[in-house]
């Protein structure tokens, strides 16, 4: 039996460990503000990491604002202005063979493939891509992976996307829409939940998606600094372990689910664009299953860039000099 002492000392001791434990526990969050590229539901799993908690789950207090492009995205990352950014691979290719003495690394991915679809001004019974030839065509900004994709399909289809359409690449992303509307274009490309959007409203009819055209080579993926990354890999880890979380439940979430944890992202968005939106996205299997990405990825990846006129075959990056793998092997 304790005496009095011992009891004391024992329950002293309980209550230590307790405080311990609730201290360790309730230590706050850690902050990282995080640039996406554009809203998009090509960014399903990275939404739903928001607004299901994972990221909170993981540690982690996130921050998103929205770029409205890559190269937008990546000066902020740069800059310092943000610790992590969705965009497309090509960016940290381009920062590593610059000048920029800071460089930017991918760690974990999110896309599978490209999900923006080629939409038609009138309707199209029966579309083949050399229909474009002579056409106007609203592209994306020069250098930026939905315009390097849409010429990649243009490509394998018997076009040359320099000579055989008029692309129209200067439109800023927020007044692509617009433009559109306004009579701009015979063709052009859309995300979703805009291509669904345009097509319900009778805007537009889609033809093609760019990702089942091109193939399987990962489109956006999540990137930091290297500074970033040395100074602070338990974010960087918590990042990618909270992700793989949800892209396993983006996959697997029935489409009512999935919807109500998108919604909140869209305000404005029809419950029917959005529905019609996943379901195209699912179909083509836009998002990834796991966040790694292969080794081979990155080298069709460098393929369509090099064919694309942005990257000299000499300057093509290894993919260790790209992608820090240990982050996706270490996933918990």
Known sequence: MLNRRQALQT??????????????RAEPPVKVRYSEVVRSLLFAPAYVALGNGLFRDAGLDVRMTTAQGGDKA??????????????????????????????????????ATDGYLLVARRKVDDFDWRILKGKDVLGWRPGSTPLLYLEAAMRLNGL???????????????????AWLSGQGDFAIFGEPDAAQLE???KAQVVASIGQTVGFVDYTAFMATDPYIRDHPSVIQSWTNAIAK???????????ELARALAPFFPG??????????????????????????PEAIEKFQDILVQGHVLEPARRAKYADVVLDRFTANVK
């Open 200 to 202: 319900l409203d009778g």
């Open 160 to 178: 040359d996307p320099g000579k055989d359409v008029r692309l129209n690449n200067n439109i800023a992303v927020p007044a692509r829409a617009g």
């Open 11 to 24: 329950g002293a001791s309980a209550v230590a460990s307790l405080s311990l434990g609730t201290s360790a």
């Open 269 to 294: 968005v029809s419950g029917a664009a959005l529905d019609a939106g996943i379901e195209r996205y699912r179909r083509i299997g836009i998002w990834k299953s796991s966040p790694g990405i292969a």
């Open 246 to 256: 949800a892209e396993a439940w983006t996959a697997a979430a029935p489409l009512a």
């Open 74 to 111: 990546m000066a902020a990352l740069l800059g310092g202005a943000a610790d992590v950014a969705l965009i497309g691979p090509e960016t940290a290719i381009y920062v590593l063979g610059s000048d920029s003495p800071t460089k930017a690394r991918i760690f974990c991915g999110l896309t």
